[in-house]
């Protein structure tokens, strides 16, 4: 009879302790999963090999989402009332000149692009709506931006600003950075109004939507006597245009150089680029400018 009482006793212990051992593996089971949460890096867990897929997919897509953004940069440079390039501190570069590019993407912005490209030069590309109602086109903008190169806006229609209602000016301004968002993924960084004509309704609405502001210093490619490779390189290296009663130099450190989608201008772009390097300048990185807060 005592023998029997053990053996039960024992048999009674036992079951206790499997109880037990199983609830505690229940009660850890959502500790690990957290830890795997909060700490993928933990080479003491084990994540399943799904949720493995699914962290490197998550770090292939933000690693593939990067590389489309425009990389973030230290400013360099802020712009003046003129839209001229000012270093911040002083030891920066000041002989600097800043492309720009208006009225992409037409036909020939794609190709300007990778002259570009090929010259290690730097350009922000002012885009306008009118030009992305195709699919080729939207796609044209985007491997101009793929390449590196910021998109600005330069308004949906290319209207006068001083000539719309504020509800009109809001519509031009706002419905192409939705677009423009739509295909590259961001809105633009950069405006310019067309003809450089600005409202302070404008103004405002740029600044609001942390857009920066500019015109230009000077730009010859839309001046008849110039829609030409050759007399345009030449007036766009010396900063003279004669033919339209320039007879002095408007090239100077900060320079903010104006040119347009149009094929005398892709024709002597690299010529261009070269021509200002043998003078002495650098072609400024838009992203080295300073934004709005």
């Excluded at 030009?131 to 190169?149: A, P, Q, T, V, Y």
């Amino acid at each position: 009879m005592f023998r029997k009482s053990i053996v039960l006793c024992l048999l009674v212990c036992s079951l206790l302790l499997v109880v037990a051992c199983s609830n505690h593996e229940n009660e850890k089971k959502p500790d690990e999963g957290q830890a795997i949460e909060q700490d993928s890096n933990n080479k003491e867990t084990n994540p399943t090999e799904e949720t493995v897929s699914e962290e490197e997919t998550e770090i292939e897509d933000e690693t593939e989402q990067t590389s489309v953004h425009e990389e973030i940069k230290e400013p360099l440079y802020e712009l003046d009332e003129g839209s001229n390039l000012i270093p911040l501190e002083e030891g920066t570069n000041e002989k600097v000149v800043l492309l720009t590019i208006d009225d992409v993407p037409d036909d020939y912005a794609l190709d300007m692009a990778k002259t570009l490209k090929k010259l290690d030069a730097s350009a922000i590309f002012f885009a306008n709506g009118h030009f992305l109602e195709s699919e080729e086109n939207k796609e044209m903008l985007r491997e101009i931006h793929d390449m590196g190169f910021p998109i600005g806006n330069h308004t949906y229609n290319h209207f006068n600003l001083t000539d719309l209602s504020k509800e009109k000016q809001k519509e031009e301004i706002i419905n192409l950075n939705n677009l423009i968002e739509q295909i590259i993924g961001e809105k633009p960084k950069f405006f310019r109004a067309p003809f450089g004509e600005n409202t302070d309704y404008a103004k405002q609405l740029v600044e609001d939507e942390g857009m920066l502001l500019m015109n230009w210093t000077y730009g010859y490619d839309y001046f008849e006597p110039y829609m030409e490779a050759e007399k345009l390189t030449e007036a766009m290296i010396s900063g003279e245009g004669p033919e339209v009663d320039v007879t002095y130099s408007l090239l100077k450190p900060g320079a903010n150089l104006l040119m347009h989608d149009r094929e005398w201008t892709a024709a002597a772009l690299e010529d261009i680029v070269k021509g200002l390097r043998e003078k002495g300048y650098e072609m400024a990185d838009p992203m080295t400018l300073k934004l709005p807060e």
